[in-house]
């Protein structure tokens, strides 16, 4: 058996209906709902399939969706693209069929020439079913900005994209959820929404990305839950390193977040709330947030803030060889670790979240 052969059988075995007994008796939380997972659960298996090393079923949305009714999951949150009306009712009757939910993901216009495009999207959104689209804005500006002056271009491109986007999300009263990611500190970005003002733009709150910006994660839930439109998942792991620390995504119930105790002021808050994994099999990130790069881009991010975290690095801290680490490992390895991490959050969250 060849390479390519191996990471077919091996992909297909993951699909064997004995391996999804568990998983499927999953039970619906109190609110009748079960975790949805996100598209980036399953990166590693996305860019396989797109090499053409292992067959197809997560980068096309309806056999996402049947992926994740497969697996025992709840749903879906992906980005849809931009469809016609059948394949949208072909998606829509699916997760009706099956009690699933569905959330888009999409990418805020660019600029006034980039608002049809984002239109399209959103409409195909509505007409797959779905009231949620979600965003992500930018990537780690740690690393993504080399000085404060293109973080303040970048803020300010932001701002305009959210208030073209705004009026779209109205026009067909779909909510906009703007994800917490490595970009905006959490004032930061709640001063943008409480300037927009619209019922129909909140957050997707991420219970482990603020992290990296020096935010405690349990004032981060209990900031953004009221502004809530959907929620990513995800317990984390730490430890230091020479140049700050290091932060891994693991299973659901094997890190450091008080995950019962998020959903319930989630759920508080936003009672009707989807909740949707995003476990990301990969090696540990590093947060240099020992060094003066690391810090070009906050102009008043008081020291406090460091050494908080730093403290709370060290109260929590695993040792570093036991953060994993996947890169090292044959594809065919990664894809069948990547699936495990996916089933052993979903029985988690069945088990111990209600969800």
Known sequence: MNRRELLLATAGS????????????????????RLGIADFSYNIRARAERSGDAPPSVNEPLSFLQRCRDIGAGG?????GS?????????????????????????????????ERFEAQVRTVQRAGASVVRVAIGG?????????EQFRQFAERSWKSMQLAEPVVARHRIHLAIENHKDFRAPEMLGM?????????GVCLDTGNSIALLEDPMEVVRTWAPWARSAHLKDMALCEYDEGFLLADVPLGEGLLDLP????????????????????????LRVPCLTEAYWVTFADLPGADLARTLRYVR?????RGSLPRVSHLPLDKQIH????????CLSYASQHLHL
């Open 261 to 284: 105790a998020v959903v319930e002021i989630v759920r508080k808050a936003r009672p009707g709330i989807q909740f949707t994994l995003e476990m990301a099999t990969r090696d540990p």
């Open 83 to 115: 469809r016609d009306e059948k394949y949208c009712g072909k998606l829509r009757s699916f997760a009706e069929k099956h009690g699933l939910f569905i959330e888009g993901s999409v990418s805020l216009p660019r600029d006034a020439g980039d608002v």
């Open 140 to 148: 780690r500006r740690y690393e993504q900005f080399d000085t404060l």
């Open 14 to 33: 993951l699909l064997s209906p004995g391996l999804f007994s568990m998983s499927r008796a999953a039970s619906r939380g109190p609110a009748g709902t």
């Open 193 to 201: 929404l409480q300037r927009l003002d619209s019922e129909y733009v």
């Open 315 to 319: 109260n929590h801290a695993v040792e």
């Open 76 to 80: 879906m949150q992906c980005g849809l």
């Open 337 to 344: 670790l990547e699936e495990e991490n996916i089933k052993r």
